[in-house]
């Protein structure tokens, strides 16, 4: 699980700025929220420009480099922050695995090349290596001197947690895999004016051939009933049939044509949703750009059932914003270069009837 992540340099961040999920406080209720003492679900709120969809995309640089999964082809247009173009952006993170806890760092140029990058579990070195200088690495890694000098130059920008996985067999369980399996497994995505996403598949993909293909057409009208209380009559698809139909009065129409854009954006969701199987740590921006703020709600609701990962979403609307939903340490606020929950905004004991949201709109939350 991802325990705490901080970045500095990026974007809109000229100073550090730290995400710490690993002090939950001790309430009773929504207790889904926090696995092995670890925040497992939450919500980002913060003004427009207070950098909650950059922060995202920042948490998410580490699988640009780990991984081979899709991102955006610029994704480093403006990457560093522009008033210190020639300052490197450093990326921390801190993930827990079992009984290992690993810390990561790198910082790279505005072009993405890794200036440096260093691993430590359980707070000892694994390897550290920095331009101009030695690598170090720990004698769980026995290299020979050409080697050791190439990777301290490392001119074709490998990174070390890559050469490491593909040079020496280890067992199933080792940290390193641990590592790989969690990166590959992350995704970010968000539903505006496009559609985008990093991490967990490979390419982009057509919804309604998806939908078709694995026979999920029952399935999905069900969601949209569920979620939105949406009724749509499906047409069964025929052999080859690679768009989705619904019936009107005996005529068939495509649902494309007929869907809202909050519609449109559920059908983006539910596709997410059954990758989520296999993911370790979801992001979603704004997730509910085009909901009612009830169907918001429910989609959380529908969200935050899911053990298997970590999931997290930005937002504007306060409505979630209450202990029905989730729990005052798991509403973080962004503003000013800082992120903190709600139990950390004020010196209130924040309890269960209370109406946070109310508290929140009366401004009794300063970071």
Known sequence: MLVKFAVTNYRGFAQRIEWDLSKPSNYSFNT???????????????????????????????????????????????????????????????????????????????????????????????????EGTQLELSSEYPIDSAVRSNLSDNVNNVSIVNFLLATYPLPANHYLFRLQEFVNSMLWFRCLEQREFIGLVSAPINLDEYIIKEGLVKDFSSFLQRVSEQTFNFVTPAKGDRVLQCIFNSNKVTFDSIASTGTHSLMLLYYWIKQMSGASFVFIDEFDAFYHYDLSYK????????????????????????????RPDCNFIINNNKIKPLTDCTDKELRFGHNIEKLFRGKAFTL
């Open 299 to 326: 989609v959380c609701k529908e969200l935050f059932l899911l053990d298997n990962c970590q999931i997290f979403t930005s937002s504007h609307n306060t409505y979630l914003m209450t202990n029905d939903l989730l």
């Open 32 to 130: 889904f929220a926090i696995k092995n003492g670890i925040i497992k679900n939450g919500i980002l709120y913060g003004p427009n420009g207070s950098g909650k969809s950059n922060f995202a995309l920042s948490l998410f640089d580490i699988v640009n480099h780990l991984s081979q999964r899709w991102r955006p082809s610029d994704y480093y247009n403006n990457f560093v922050f522009a008033g210190k173009p020639t300052s490197l952006v450093s990326f921390e993170y801190t993930f827990r695995f079992g009984q290992d806890e690993l810390y990561y760092t790198y910082k790279k140029g505005f072009t993405g090349i890794i200036r440096s990058e260093k691993l430590l579990v359980n707070g000892n070195l694994v390897f550290s290596r920095t």
